[in-house]
């Protein structure tokens, strides 16, 4: 996909300020609250040679020890394998792709390589270092007239697993206002 056309998508994506019939009250939510007015570089969060674990998240599902493990990087793409142990007990590991989006540097198109991107993947906030950091994730292709499935990751580079930030928990805790987070991360993940 082109940055033309990807800019394109993200135009109408972000920046819709007129109520459209077609677009439920809770994807209306998430569009104006992540205007494309971010800080944070997603592209300095992936370039790590370290896993990136997911502690916590808001989405509804059975998996333990998500990560992600990052093989090649350019100047518009991040190849990356997502890992993960699913609600059978196997370990799960899937290629993706993140296209970077070069006018909003928070924002990542992700899907399985080869594919259209299957989310968005805002980083809403990152600490200094760049080690931990709070995502904002937008499932796409949902059909009209259903509620955006949209969902809050905490992620954490292996480093920091132990050590990263208070601010770092306070913000992934101010995003996730009431919703109920399930942990992905416990300290047998790293012996698996």
């Not at 390589?113 to 904002?136: H, M, N, P, R």
């Not at 937008?138 to 509620?147: D, E, I, R, Y």
């Not at 930030?165 to 995003?175: E, P, R, V």
Request: overall charge negative; glycine content about 4%; proline content about 3%.
């Amino acid at each position: 996909m082109d940055e033309q056309h990807i800019v394109s998508i993200l135009i109408v994506v972000f920046s819709i300020s007129e109520p459209v019939r077609s677009i439920s009250s809770s994807h209306k939510s998430f569009l104006e609250s992540h205007r494309p007015f971010a800080t944070y570089n997603v592209s300095l969060f992936m370039n790590t040679t370290e896993r990136i674990w997911t502690l916590n998240s808001t989405q509804n599902s059975s998996v333990w020890c998500r990560n992600d493990e990052v093989a090649n990087t350019t100047s518009n793409k991040v190849y990356f394998n997502r890992s993960f142990i699913d609600g059978g007990g196997r370990w799960v590991i899937q290629e993706y792709e993140g296209e970077l989006v070069n006018v909003i540097p928070s924002i990542m198109l992700v899907g399985l390589q080869g594919t259209d991107a299957s989310t968005i993947e805002q980083l809403v906030y990152a600490s200094a270092a760049y080690d931990c950091g709070v995502f904002s994730v937008l499932k796409l292709n949902v059909p009209l007239g259903f509620p955006a499935e949209e969902w809050y990751d905490l992620r954490v580079r292996n480093s920091s697993i132990s050590n990263f930030t208070q601010k770092c928990k306070d913000q992934f805790n101010t995003a996730v206002k009431q919703k109920p987070t399930i942990t992905i991360y416990n300290d047998t993940c790293q012996s698996l």
